[in-house]
């Protein structure tokens, strides 16, 4: 079951508590406490004020506090609806955080890394059925996005937007091109590797205009192995140079800025519309550097 459906349920269970609560149980309690206050003056009256009690007035309003008190079990319910609810509503329309688990975004994402997740810039989708209800705009190349991953929807995979629909992306002899246009890379200094404990070549990409580094070995075989069964391979032609794939409409193209230690559509096939979750656009942790925090492209 996934958080969001657990989310949902939690929402429904603790609303459901919080109305009953403000409709028949709150009621319930000010007319038993207003009895209860009425009760305790009639004493103090009977007794007279020769033998009243000088705390009385503090036993009076601790009397009410105690009846008007919330019983434990909606303390536990409807008490936790009102963050519950917005919880649920900024993490399904706003952002929603995301922690890096893989390498496959390095340099750009490492381990660690906790990310937010931007979720109504391509349309807003309701919760659970995923159903989008507005367009917002559309996927751009170079997008960071966060997407569920074809062949187990229950994992949330993070990669960059390659290719769009229509597109003929081609990776061949491990350079990168877009319909018959090689991508621009520069070299830049090599990359130490923390994960593989090792210096990495590194390149800045420039996609459409928009330069991210990437990882990129050119010792490493190009071609492509274990590449799955995928809805659209026919899109897609493997030779000893590796891929060239069309894009089918409604899906995406995606890879790892990690371009020799990524699982993506190089080897799955491709990402469709509706398992798009959102674009990934700012760090907000890393425990273990946090020089890290900040945007990043």
């Known amino acids: 079951m996934n958080f969001a459906l657990i989310l949902f349920v939690l929402v429904i269970i603790t609303g459901v508590a919080w109305v009953a609560d403000k409709l028949v149980f709150l009621p319930q309690r000010r007319r038993a406490a207003e009895a209860a206050v009425d009760e305790f003056d009639r004493q103090q009256a009977r007794i007279g004020e020769r033998f009243a009690d000088e705390n009385a007035p503090a036993t009076r309003a601790r009397l009410r506090e105690e009846k008007l008190r919330q019983p434990w079990w909606l303390e536990y319910t409807a008490s936790f609806f009102p963050v519950i609810l917005i919880v649920f509503v900024v993490r399904s329309f706003v952002v ?28 807003i989708r309701l919760p659970i059925v995923n159903t989008k209800i507005t367009e917002g705009r559309p996927l751009q190349r170079g997008d960071i996005v966060v997407f569920r991953y074809p062949k187990d929807e229950s994992v949330d995979y993070i990669k960059r937007v390659i290719g769009l629909p229509g597109d003929v992306v081609a990776y061949q ?17 090599d990359y130490f590797d923390e994960e593989r ?15 991210n580094a990437i990882l990129n070995n050119p ?15 026919d899109n ?15 899906n995406y193209f995606m ?20 398992n798009i979750v959102g674009r990934a656009f700012f760090i907000w942790m890393n425990f273990s550097n946090l020089k890290r925090i900040g945007g990043f492209h």
């Open 173 to 189: 002899d491990k350079k990168l091109t877009i319909n018959g246009k090689p991508v621009p890379e520069t070299p830049l200094p």
């Open 197 to 211: 404990i090792g210096y990495a070549k590194q390149f800045e990409e420039d996609i459409d205009g928009r330069k």
């Open 236 to 250: 897609c032609k493997y030779d000893a140079q590796g891929v060239v794939c069309k894009v089918p409409p409604g």
């Open 96 to 123: 929603e955080p995301f922690k890096i688990p893989s390498g496959s975004m390095v340099p750009t994402l490492l381990v660690g890394d906790f990310i937010l997740v931007n979720k109504y810039d391509y349309g």
């Open 255 to 274: 890879m790892g800025d990690n371009r020799d230690n990524s699982a993506d559509s190089r080897y799955w096939g491709f990402a469709p519309d509706k």
């Open 219 to 233: 010792a490493v075989p190009p071609f492509i192995v274990g590449a799955e069964d995928y809805p659209y391979r």
